[in-house]
């Protein structure tokens, strides 16, 4: 045995290169993800009259998510939720119905998994957040039996409307996980809404509405979670935060958490006779494995963006936005209305080679339906300071009119306005 073959080495005049296919094609900008914030930045790139962008996306079907919290209980129908993609396509900008696989930005390359290598000056990232439903063990088959659901699927969203109608009283246990999510308050906006549901049905009295939460408290921004906390005793709902689920026995009926109890681990399991689960969620695979992440702490696994700029702080030419971010604010539509301007403005002066001049606050929205009829809207930015869009009405309480908002105006905000580069 020869030296070479003693230490696995092999002769790199022998051995063959690997196959590198060439380019399929290549735009000016490429976005990746054809959601909210990848159809916004777009809209707003056609409408400054930016040639050369193309849109990485393969879905057929273009969902308003919000308003899924009210088909669960009843206020709304999975068909005003859904628009076609190719609809809100803006005109002028490429349609790429694919999936990214990979992403190189030394390369500046991006592979489909229809096996395209597509090219780009320019990259917004964009492709929204996963739902982890294998993370919780049994949550699959729980899910197919009929005291589980959640709304945080278009399909699931109606059968949840379905067991609040059946539910003839005890154990309603609802769950948010440790890990991110979208919109951060949906998870407690059914739970309201059901707990109201019992109330009008007659039924609260012999209920137990419970909260299963993996975060440390109700809510992260003091102002409002002092107004929650109200909502949740006028219930009389038990919460226990710092339960994050991690199996459930759809046959027992039976949720089991882990929690931290004196300093270790430990396992507590629920009983339930009707549980709403929020699967646990992260950035895509191909994003978690590519260079744009970071590798350690809380941001660990989510696109790299300056807070404020939104621009990658080591690739100068990516920009991000939106729920697969490392942005340190909820993951909402209404902070992508106000992040995707401020990234337009910024990804066009690095276009012409100037620095980024506009600057992202933190702002997000969260609109908290508390009961039928009633809404707190909670607004805020990175430092937990309330910002009001109504500043002539006190939206520190929960209102009918914002409530009327959240039903029938944010909907044809989104699609006519935010959708289009106008709001």
Same mark, same amino acid.
Not at 203 to 228: C, D, H, M, N, T
């Given at each position: 045995?020869?030296?070479?073959?003693?230490?696995?080495?092999?002769?790199?005049?022998?051995?063959? +290169?690997?196959?590198?296919?060439?380019?399929?094609?290549?735009? $000016?900008?490429?976005?990746?993800?054809?959601?909210?914030?990848?159809?916004?930045?777009?809209?707003?790139?056609?409408?400054?009259? =930016?040639?050369?962008?193309?849109?990485?996306?393969? !879905?057929?079907? @273009?969902?308003? =998510?919000?308003?899924?919290?009210? %088909?669960?209980?009843?206020?709304?129908?999975?068909?005003?939720?859904?628009?076609?993609?190719?609809?809100?396509?803006?005109?002028?900008?490429?349609?790429?119905?694919?999936? /990214?696989?990979?992403?190189?930005?030394?390369?500046?390359?991006?592979?489909?998994?229809?096996? &395209?290598?597509?090219?780009?000056?320019?990259?917004?990232?964009?492709?929204?957040?996963? &739902?982890?439903?294998? *993370?919780?063990?049994?949550?699959?088959?729980?899910?197919?039996?009929?005291?589980?659901?959640?709304?945080?699927?278009?399909?699931?969203?109606?059968?949840?409307?379905?067991?609040?109608?059946? #539910?003839?009283?005890?154990? /309603?246990?609802?769950?948010?996980?440790?890990?991110?999510?979208?919109?951060?308050?949906?998870?407690?906006?059914?739970?309201?809404?059901?707990?109201?549901?019992?109330?009008?049905?007659?039924?609260?009295?012999? !209920?137990?509405? %419970? #909260?299963?939460?993996?975060?440390?408290?109700?809510?992260?921004?003091?102002?409002?979670?002092?107004?929650?906390?109200?909502?949740?005793? $006028?219930?009389?709902? =038990?919460?226990?935060?710092?339960?994050?689920?991690?199996?459930?026995?759809?046959?027992?009926?039976?949720?089991?958490?882990?929690?931290?109890?004196?300093?270790?681990?430990?396992?507590?399991?629920?009983?339930?006779?009707?549980?709403?689960?929020?699967?646990?969620?992260?950035?895509?695979?191909?994003?978690?494995?590519?260079?744009?992440?970071?590798?350690?702490?809380?941001?660990?696994?989510?696109?790299?963006?300056? *807070? @404020?700029?939104?621009?990658?702080?080591?690739?100068?030419?990516?920009?991000?936005?939106?729920?697969?971010?490392?942005?340190?604010?909820?993951?909402?539509?209404?902070?992508?209305?106000?992040?995707?301007? %401020?990234?337009?403005?910024?990804?066009?002066?690095?276009?012409?080679?100037?620095?980024?001049? /506009?600057?992202?606050?933190?702002? /997000?929205?969260?609109?908290?339906?508390?009961?039928?009829?009633?809404?707190?809207?909670?607004? #805020?930015?990175?430092?937990? *300071?309330?910002?009001?869009?109504?500043?002539?009405?006190?939206?520190?309480?929960?209102?009918?009119? +914002?409530?009327?908002?959240?039903?029938?105006?944010?909907? =044809?905000?989104?699609?006519?306005?935010?959708?289009?580069?106008?709001?």
């Amino acid at each position: 045995m020869d030296a070479s073959e003693d230490c696995g080495c092999t002769d790199p005049a022998t051995t063959p +290169m690997p196959y590198v296919a060439p380019v399929s094609e290549r735009h $000016r900008v490429l976005i990746i993800g054809g959601g909210t914030a990848g159809i916004c930045v777009a809209a707003r790139l056609a409408r400054l009259g =930016q040639k050369g962008v193309a849109i990485l996306e393969p !879905s057929e079907r @273009h969902y308003y =998510q919000p308003l899924w919290t009210l %088909v669960g209980a009843g206020e709304a129908r999975v068909e005003d939720t859904v628009r076609d993609e190719a609809d809100l396509i803006p005109r002028g900008v490429k349609w790429l119905k694919d999936a /990214a696989e990979e992403v190189d930005p030394v390369r500046q390359e991006v592979r489909t998994r229809g096996g &395209l290598r597509v090219g780009y000056d320019f990259l917004v990232v964009a492709p929204g957040i996963q &739902l982890d439903w294998d *993370k919780v063990r049994g949550l699959r088959d729980a899910l197919e039996t009929e005291h589980v659901s959640s709304n945080y699927d278009v399909r699931l969203a109606p059968k949840t409307w379905r067991m609040l109608q059946a #539910f003839k009283g005890g154990t /309603a246990l609802f769950t948010h996980p440790a890990t991110p999510v979208k919109c951060a308050g949906a998870p407690q906006k059914i739970m309201y809404l059901a707990a109201d549901h019992f109330r009008r049905t007659g039924i609260l009295e012999r !209920s137990r509405v %419970v #909260f299963g939460s993996g975060a440390k408290a109700i809510f992260g921004v003091q102002p409002f979670a002092r107004v929650l906390e109200g909502v949740v005793k $006028r219930y009389g709902i =038990q919460t226990h935060f710092g339960h994050d689920l991690v199996a459930v026995d759809g046959a027992r009926r039976e949720a089991t958490f882990e929690t931290m109890r004196d300093g270790q681990k430990t396992r507590v399991t629920l009983g339930y006779d009707l549980l709403h689960v929020t699967p646990p969620q992260s950035a895509p695979d191909f994003i978690r494995d590519s260079p744009l992440t970071s590798r350690e702490g809380a941001c660990s696994g989510w696109v790299r963006a300056d *807070k @404020h700029t939104l621009q990658h702080p080591v690739f100068p030419n990516v920009f991000a936005l939106g729920d697969a971010s490392d942005l340190p604010t909820s993951r909402t539509g209404a902070a992508i209305r106000k992040q995707a301007p %401020v990234l337009v403005r910024n990804l066009r002066d690095v276009m012409a080679g100037r620095a980024p001049t /506009a600057r992202y606050a933190g702002y /997000a929205s969260c609109p908290l339906t508390t009961g039928y009829g009633k809404l707190l809207l909670a607004e #805020f930015d990175y430092d937990g *300071k309330p910002t009001p869009s109504f500043p002539l009405i006190d939206t520190m309480q929960e209102r009918r009119d +914002m409530w009327l908002m959240k039903k029938y105006g944010l909907p =044809q905000l989104y699609w006519k306005g935010m959708l289009r580069g106008r709001a």
